[in-house]
Nanobody, 116 residues
């Protein structure tokens, strides 16, 4: 059974930091590109960050570049999103996505709220 379970979402003040985790099971994690998406109320789902299957290359959306970092630990089947200098506009549900050659999987999401 394929599972992607996100955790780490919380309410944080502007300027604060959070680290999201996504634990994967039921598929060959090390063969999949991993991505973090987010969706704010009333808005479309947005790609936030991508990491290759080996972790040797990453990319982040311009809106989070320099503040967010994606990483992975293939030994633990887990992908992370380190979020620093958080802004109110980062408020959203954050989703983990696994992208393979012929299939993809989604997690259930974790809420991040940035507010004073």
């Amino acid at each position: 059974q394929v599972q992607l379970v996100e955790s780490g979402g919380a309410l944080v003040h502007p300027g604060g930091s959070l680290r999201l985790s996504c634990a994967a099971s039921g598929f060959t994690f090390s063969s999949f590109v991993m991505r973090w998406y987010r969706q704010a109320p009333g808005k479309e789902r947005q790609l936030v960050a991508t990491i290759t299957s080996t972790g040797d290359s990453t990319n982040c959306a311009d809106s989070v570049k320099g503040r967010f970092t994606i990483s992975r630990d293939n030994a633990k089947n887990t992908v992370y999103l380190q979020m620093n200098s958080l802004k109110p506009e980062d408020t959203a549900v954050y989703y983990c996505n696994a992208l393979g050659r012929t299939r993809g999987y989604w997690g259930q999401g974790t809420q991040v709220t940035v507010s004073s």
